[in-house]
């Protein structure tokens, strides 16, 4: 996931033009390229004209001539999305460049892509930057790192100063405050080119205070310690459990949103347990005819509260009355229902009968009145005729009626399970009936024997998260007051200088 981190870092002379060197990996640390790091884009800009062609020069010019208290540079250290691909990357850097250093002062950045715990890139990037600002004056470099003249600034060196109250003495509250600036502009600018890249994570460069939660920052590990083995080995396996255990707490915490309110409740129920099933029997036995009706479906619905049974006593009604249509509707598919399927074959069968009687009268009609006629061979292909008319009415007829009665036997099974619903919805809703009317009841007399109980569990868990958000607060507090301590002893060591 994308990673939330931009710390700011000041050298003092004699540190820029080796660090320079380390970012853009060249001279000694050219080999750091050969350990499965990769410098993925290296640029500089702004540079005098004496060191556009090599910005080592720049540096170097800065190591020599700068104070020896004096800062010589400034460093964002920032990670960049893994989400992200080399060139939206580089975008990205590119466009905070401009928008944090643009044409007001020397910079050259690099950006790293070495291997993280987890085998994945670990990109970052290093923007060093000059607090000398750029006014149009050529300098050597001899004068460009001299002391600012305000009469008169070509006879002076360039002035310095970074930020919106450049020149101005902060106290540490204010270096403070520009510095949760700079974070919030950068996961401002971050968040919008992930947007842009079509990636749904975010950065969030708030402090775990801040954002609500109750991880302990880890402690930065030093290089040095990073490469001991087992320290690595420590730290992979400390943050694969802290990932183990945030898992868990968000699980807890999708089941129990408030676990101190489900203990509460949990021992409070736990309390009034003999009470409660004093109450119960005393129900049962004393409507013994409904505790039978409901024993069979009992086991089905315990522990659950009178909304689930009302719940599936609606349910069964639905159902009883879906099974009660179909009955109906199949019991009503008789001959007088002109829309029913069943209506229409029997009179297709009634036709067909009518058709083969009135065939068969009309053969024997025929022979009846030219019997002589066909003892002497006159009219034997009108006999025929008749005779085939006769057979084609009978096979009609045999066709109808088995049509007439697949539909009748498809009613009558139909019908014959939409009765056998019909019971065991009916008696399924008989039970569940009495076990609503004996959860309903037991109830009552459960809120009856103990009216308090309820009132009690909301005043602790009032209690309760009072206590809980007290303690949230002083935890915060102690944490701020750590960071405190930590900001004052470093201003001590590095002389005025701050690093977060």
């Not at 129990?256 to 004093?278: C, G, H, S, Y």
């Not at 009609?396 to 019971?423: F, P």
Request: charged letters at 30%; a positive charge; aromatic letters at 6%.
């Amino acid at each position: 996931m994308a990673i939330a981190r931009l710390n700011m870092k000041v050298g003092k002379a004699g540190k820029a033009q080796p660090h320079a060197a380390y970012i853009a990996r060249v001279g000694q640390y050219a080999n750091r390229l050969e350990k499965g790091e990769r410098l993925e884009a290296a640029e500089s800009g702004n540079m005098p004209a004496w060191a556009q062609s090599n910005p080592l020069l720049f540096w170097e010019a800065a190591d020599a001539h700068e104070r020896a208290n004096g800062t010589t540079y400034r460093e964002m250290e920032i990670a960049l999305p893994r989400e992200m691909t080399p060139e939206q990357r580089i975008d990205l850097t590119r466009e905070w460049v401009a928008q944090e250093i643009g044409d007001r002062h020397a910079f050259q950045w690099a950006i790293h892509v070495p291997l993280a715990a987890d085998g994945g890139e670990q990109p970052h990037l290093h923007l060093m930057f000059s607090e000398r600002q750029l006014d149009g004056v050529e300098r050597d470099p001899d004068q460009y790192f001299k002391r600012y003249n305000s009469k008169t600034p070509d006879r002076g060196g360039a002035r310095k100063g970074y930020g919106a109250n450049a020149g101005q003495t902060l106290s540490k509250a204010e270096r403070v405050d520009e510095l949760k600036a700079l974070r919030t502009r950068w996961e401002a600018k971050c968040n919008d080119h992930m947007e842009r890249a079509g990636r749904a994570q975010r950065i969030d460069m708030r402090s775990y205070a801040e954002q609500g939660r109750a991880d302990e920052p880890e402690a930065k590990q030093l290089p040095s310690q990073w490469r001991n083995p087992q320290q690595r080995a420590n730290v992979i396996e400390f943050r694969a459990a802290k990932a183990a255990l945030r898992t868990a707490r968000i699980a807890v915490k999708s089941l129990i949103p408030n676990l101190w309110a489900a203990l509460m409740q949990f021992d409070t129920e736990r309390k009034e347990r003999p009470v409660r099933q004093a109450i119960i029997t005393q129900v049962r036995a004393a409507h013994p005819e409904r505790t039978q009706r409901a024993d069979p479906i009992r086991k089905e619905f315990e522990g659950d509260a009178l909304l689930w049974i009302s719940k599936a006593v609606t349910d069964e009604k639905q159902k009883l009355l879906e099974h009660r249509y179909r009955y109906n509707e199949l019991e009503q598919s008789t001959h007088r229902d002109s829309k029913s399927p069943l209506w229409k074959a029997s009179v297709d069968l009634k036709h067909a009968n009518d058709a083969f009687r009135d065939k068969n009268e009309t053969l024997e009609a025929w022979h009846k009145a030219h019997k002589l006629r066909s003892l002497l061979g006159v009219g034997g292909q009108e006999h025929n005729q008749y005779y085939e008319a006769a057979i084609k009415a009978e096979a009609a007829q045999e066709k109808a009626q088995a049509q007439y009665d697949a539909l009748l036997h498809e009613r009558n099974t139909g019908m014959a399970e939409a009765q056998k619903h019909l019971v065991i919805t009916e008696q399924r809703l008989n039970m569940l009936t009495a076990l609503q009317e004996e959860q309903c009841q037991i109830d009552l007399a459960i809120a009856a024997a103990l009216p308090h109980s309820r009132e009690g569990i909301r005043e602790g868990i009032r209690k309760q998260e009072e206590a809980e958000r007290v303690r949230q607060e002083k935890e915060a507090e102690a944490r701020r007051q750590e960071v405190r301590q930590k900001t004052r002893l470093r201003d001590r060591t590095r002389g005025g200088g701050i690093e977060f």
